[in-house]
Nanobody
């Protein structure tokens, strides 16, 4: 059974930090390419960051230099460290598995068969 369970969201002021965690079932984690997406009210879901089994990473331009994606293979857990948060980062954040890999050129496009977590809300106030 595939399971992804996000945690770590919350409310912070602009400039603050949060760290999201996503423990995954072994079946989800074994799909090699994982990532984080987000969806703000009234907007489409967008890719935030992706990571491959060899720890190669990719980021959306809007978060580059502020967010860091990482994984702990021993714990089957995906992380997203978010620093220098801005009000425009406010969104529901989703962990995802079975994604297109960072070097595919389409990592930000969820493929058929993608696995999603339930989401965790991040709210940044000015």
């Amino acid at each position: 059974q595939v399971q992804l369970v996000e945690s770590g969201g919350g409310s912070v002021q602009a400039g603050g930090s949060l760290k999201l965690s996503c423990p995954a079932s072994a079946s989800a984690y074994s799909t090699h390419c994982l990532g984080w997406f987000r969806q703000a009210p009234g907007k489409e879901r967008e890719g935030v960051a992706g990571i491959d089994i060899d720890d190669s990473t990719i980021y959306a331009d809007s978060v580059k230099g502020r967010f860091t994606i990482s994984q702990d293979n021993a714990k089957n857990t995906l992380y997203l460290q978010m620093n220098s948060l801005k009000p425009e980062d406010t969104a529901m954040y989703y962990c995802a598995a079975n994604l297109n890999c960072p070097d595919s050129g389409s990592w930000y496009v969820p493929p058929p068969g993608v696995y999603w977590g339930q989401g965790t809300q991040v709210t940044v106030s000015s």
